[in-house]
């Protein structure tokens, strides 16, 4: 245990004091968010993320423990799949194979009867490339299946991929290599409308999934991805100034520079020949405004969250606006939520379904819920 590490759980219990006094006072540095206003325990959850997450080491998350997916899914069953509805529910994809940058990934819900024409969600988990799926990531799409089926629509099956994480041993370009090998194999086998959604550094793996399919596509023929869904990206992994909401949001954000730029350089081994990549770097890559030309953000298939209240606002909103032109074009498609921080989805809506707080029609008129659903509707009308 590193010692930065331990200073931050001797003094933890001070800080969840202090930010008790202030939600009964004045209010925490969360309260412009209605979410935050509503539960004490959201503010001490994202308070002790904020707290311990800049002494934090890769090793200290190695000697916490590592939850793989399969075990999840498993120790979770009867929460994620209360009614044994969801078809194939933990089933197996694929198996981790190091040596050929192989994850493992599972379905969440599979139909008995996929046909190649049916959609089919990859969802790539946020967490700096360091920390694990959780239940909750897992929960919101348990929930959207189930409100498909409460609309009287055919769900999509959800695949979810559990990327090799930084504590392990495991940096660039190993997460990306992954989660291109579980895209490659469901091509291979025939499907092809495949729906990508990445949340925060999963969402920085989703468009470097997208360049590598670009470079693929100089060489032969490749399947683009039929929609995708980015939830606060994390963009500028090395590349990011302390600038703009990287301040202006410091204080109403449970992320910050310090702890993204630290995670961001270990992405990348500490390799400072590395930091320019534009694969990863996204910012950086927009000479002849690159992304526009991508058949997914061309055709205007895509849906980007962002938080109005969070650090990543800015470099988010200048790469979809300012350094590519797919922003300006579809500015419907740029979503930002009034008071809203960083992954939205997973961190103030819901948990409050999960802890049965709201009903399920509650939950689906939640500002990043209510988008999703809408957008993965209309890609499927699209066909």
Partial sequence: MSFPFFQRIITLPLILLWTSIQYVTAGTRFQKHEAFQRSLLLNLVCMTILHMSSGTTLRDIKLCGIDHLFD????????????????????????KNTEKNIPDSAWLAKHPQMGKEDFIIIHLHGGMMSYPYTKY???????????????????????????????????????????????????????????????????????SMLYHLNEKSKSENIVWPSGVALISPWLDLTNAKKAKSYVSNAYTDFMSFEVLQKFGREYFGQNEHLYSLPSTNINLNFCNDFWSEIPTFKLGNFLLLVGENEVLRDEILEWSFEKSSFGKK????????????????????????????????????????????????EIYEKG
């Fill in 137 to 207: 990531n897992i929960f919101a799409f348990s929930s959207l299946y189930s409100l498909f089926l409460k609309n009287g629509l055919k769900p999509p099956s959800i695949l979810l991929v559990d990327y090799s994480l930084m504590p392990e041993g495991r940096t660039y370009p190993t997460q990306i290599l992954e989660c291109v090998s579980v895209y490659e194999k469901l091509v291979s086998l025939g499907y092809r409308k495949i729906i990508l959604i990445g949340d925060s550094a999963g969402g920085n793996l989703a468009l």
């Fill in 72 to 95: 999840i899914l498993g120790r979770n069953e009867n929460e994620l799949n209360p009614l044994g509805s969801i078809p194939n529910y933990g089933k197996v994809f694929t198996r």
């Fill in 330 to 377: 579809y500015p419907e498609r740029i979503l930002i939520e009034k008071n809203g921080i960083h992954n939205g989805i997973f961190v103030t809506e819901t948990p409050f379904l999960y802890l049965n707080r709201i009903t399920l029609e509650e939950w689906s008129q939640k500002f990043g819920v209510n988008a999703l659903y809408k957008f993965l509707k």
